[in-house]
């Protein structure tokens, strides 16, 4: 089975800190993704990855930007956490092979900003 | 204006009833189309896609596609309280491009027992 790991389950933390959420996954996929997901408003694009190195801005990026080293890792990063960053964060996958909107999601991790 | 929208419910059927969730989308020229579960608390599992118009079974679920209505819909024959969950659909405008991929946010169903 595919397997999606995210870091950390809960995360505190306050106005201004930077914050790291790391996904990493097991099957060699190409396709990586981070998602928020808050009530009343669905699954929300931050950014996405394709290929090592390669990212693609989603529906929502402004206050987050990621990186992709190497192929199973995928990192989220919040420059200066803001309270409006509070949210549910989702690392998904998938493969071009198997089909690339097919995801595989990641427990989630949920964010407080204080 | 949302792209794919859903009523958020809650929906309430009876066991051993068939469950019907609806989902609407504005893009015409959309191209592909999912339903993901979701449990209270844990992170969405795909249960089915469906590409082209008409009716695709899997079990006791039934994905149904009329893209000149810009419609989609998943059955569920046969509710089972463990099929309580939250349902999104899910809609690409480009079948091979993940980058597209737009959720509704999502219809709320309770099975009772």
């Known amino acids: 089975d595919v397997k999606v790991t995210q870091s950390s389950r809960y995360l505190v933390k306050r106005t201004g800190e930077k914050v790291f959420l790391e996904c990493v996954q097991d099957?060699?996929?190409?396709?990586m993704f981070w998602y928020r997901q808050d009530p009343g408003l669905g699954l929300r694009l931050i950014y996405f990855s394709y290929d090592v190195k390669m990212k693609e801005k989603g529906d929502i990026p402004e206050g987050y930007s990621v990186s992709r080293e190497k192929k199973e890792r995928f990192s989220l990063i919040l420059e200066s956490a803001s309270t409006n960053q509070t949210s549910m964060y989702l690392c998904?996958?998938?493969?071009?092979?198997?089909?690339?909107?097919?995801?595989?999601f990641g427990a989630g991790s949920r964010l407080t900003v204080l | 204006q949302k792209e794919v929208e859903q009523n958020s419910g809650p929906l309430s059927v009876p066991e051993g009833a068939i469950a019907s969730l609806n989902c609407t989308y504005s893009d015409r020229g959309s191209q592909s189309f999912f339903w993901y579960r979701q449990y209270s608390g844990k992170s969405p599992e795909l249960i089915m896609f469906i590409y082209s118009n008409g009716d695709k079974e899997d079990g006791r679920f039934t994905a149904q596609l009329n893209k000149a209505s810009q419609y989609v819909s998943l059955l569920i024959r046969d509710s089972q309280p463990s099929d309580s969950a939250t349902y999104l659909c899910?809609?690409?405008?480009?079948?091979?491009?993940?980058?597209?991929?737009?959720f509704g946010s999502g219809t709320q169903l309770t099975v009772l027992p």
């Open positions: 998904a996958s998938s493969s071009n092979f198997a089909g690339a909107n097919v995801l595989t």
């Open positions: 899910a809609v690409n405008l480009l079948a091979g491009s993940a980058r597209q991929l737009t």
């Open positions: 099957m060699d996929h190409e396709n």
